[in-house]
């Protein structure tokens, strides 16, 4: 039997006996907005995923693109890499947060105070989550 097929019978019997498919835990969903117009946001999360699994895409309707970064140091000087997919080891909580991964979130719009901002994660394994931000008191920063 491959791979591929035990974890499509897995998902499947997690789906039979639960109503929902394998987790998918987001906590500390923040975003801060850039501190002038044109800039770039950013923004924080923690996910933790049941299964084994990796974000491939992030996007919001928003803004015009996200792309996840981590921050490296190199001779005591901070820079920052793109990263294509950022792996979701099975029950292990990843943490996008300041001087390490993050959401750099590119001509964002406008929110409204108090409003949340929407970003969908994608991944690997198909599924589609759509995750309301919590806009950050204070702008810009990262
Ligand atoms: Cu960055």
């Known amino acids: 039997m491959s791979m591929k097929r035990l974890v499509a019978g897995l998902a499947l019997l997690l789906s039979a ?3 929902t498919t394998v987790s998918l835990k987001v906590d500390d969903a923040t975003y ?4 002038t117009d044109g800039g770039v946001g950013v923004a924080y999360f923690s996910i933790t995923s049941s299964t084994a699994d990796r974000i491939t895409g992030v996007s919001s309707p928003k803004a015009e693109r996200i792309e996840m970064h981590n921050t490296i140091t190199k001779d005591g000087l901070a820079s920052m890499e793109r990263a294509d997919f950022v792996e979701l080891p099975a029950g292990q909580t990843v943490t996008f947060a300041a001087r390490g991964l993050h959401l750099m979130v590119f001509s964002p719009q406008p929110v409204a105070p ?3 901002f929407p ?6 394994s198909g599924r589609n989550e759509t995750i309301s931000f919590s806009q950050a008191l204070v702008p810009g920063g990262r």
């Open 32 to 35: 801060r907005a850039p501190l």
């Open 114 to 116: 108090g409003a949340t």
């Open 17 to 19: 006996c639960g109503g």
């Open 119 to 124: 970003i969908q994660i994608k991944l690997e």
